[in-house]
T-cell receptor, first 114, second 115 residues
Framework: GNSVTQMEGPVTLSEEAFLTINCTYTATGYPSLFWYVQYPGEGLQLLLKATKADDKGSNKGFEATYRKETTSFHLEKGSVQVSDSAVYFCALADRGSTLGRLYFGRGTQLTVWP | DTEVTQTPKHLVMGMTNKKSLKCEQHMGHRAMYWYKQKAKKPPELMFVYSYEKLSINESVPSRFSPECPNSSLLNLHLHALQPEDSALYLC??????????????FGPGTRLTVL
């Protein structure tokens, strides 16, 4: 079956620290992988995505590389800001997924202190 | 424009009320989704419409009734809800749901409280 495992939060960092949020997946094929971010009181926004192995998605200083050999899609940012405080969801859509169904990880709460 | 709009932003209703949530997109997308999200949890899929036809119902109780009047609009009719139905209801849309590479675009959600 399809599933996504995210590192357990919460994650608390000081401003300008390096961020890694781990995400590994199980899928029947070669899925598309997504990172969504949810700011307090808001809906989900696509942060970045990768649709094939070795692709790197990037946006707003965040990056994630689709690693088929380790079935991973870890999110990284070199220097976090207070405004990055949010919940981050890793998700996949499998080739056989009906109507692009997304499988979400549990979410990781990130808090950045000034 | 990648915007999905939802109204109302907040809704408080009693267990005997009937209310509706509305979702709209003007991206020409032909797949639209309803999700329910409880606090500190990922979104849970409820319904999927593809080309205005209900394609997925994730065994949602009949007190939730979806409707897709046209390709831009999606409604969720609520009746006789329970307090445990209190949650954030998210709408999303994608190109047409046939490509697993497509992005789902989410609206800001309706925060529903059932008293």
């Amino acid at each position: 079956g399809n599933s996504v495992t995210q590192m357990e939060g919460p994650v608390t960092l000081s401003e300008e620290a390096f961020l890694t949020i781990n995400c590994t997946y199980t899928a029947t094929g070669y899925p598309s992988l997504f990172w969504y971010v949810q700011y307090p009181g808001e809906g989900l926004q696509l942060l970045l995505k990768a649709t094939k192995a070795d692709d790197k998605g990037s946006n707003k200083g965040f990056e994630a590389t689709y690693r088929k050999e380790t079935t991973s899609f870890h999110l990284e940012k070199g220097s976090v800001q207070v405004s990055d405080s949010a919940v981050y969801f890793c998700a996949l859509a499998d080739r056989g997924s009906t109507l692009g169904r997304l499988y979400f990880g549990r979410g990781t709460q990130l808090t950045v202190w000034p | 424009d990648t915007e999905v709009t939802q109204t109302p932003k907040h809704l408080v209703m009693g267990m005997t009320n009937k209310k509706s949530l509305k979702c709209e997109q003007h991206m020409g997308h032909r797949a639209m989704y309803w999700y329910k999200q409880k606090a500190k949890k990922p979104p849970e899929l409820m319904f999927v419409y593809s080309y205005e036809k209900l394609s997925i119902n994730e065994s949602v109780p009949s007190r939730f009734s979806p409707e897709c009047p046209n390709s831009s609009l999606l409604n969720l009719h609520l009746h006789a809800l329970q307090p445990e139905d209190s949650a954030l209801y998210l709408c999303a849309s994608s190109q047409d749901g046939t490509r697993f590479t497509d992005t789902q675009y989410f609206g800001p959600g309706t925060r529903l409280t059932v008293l």
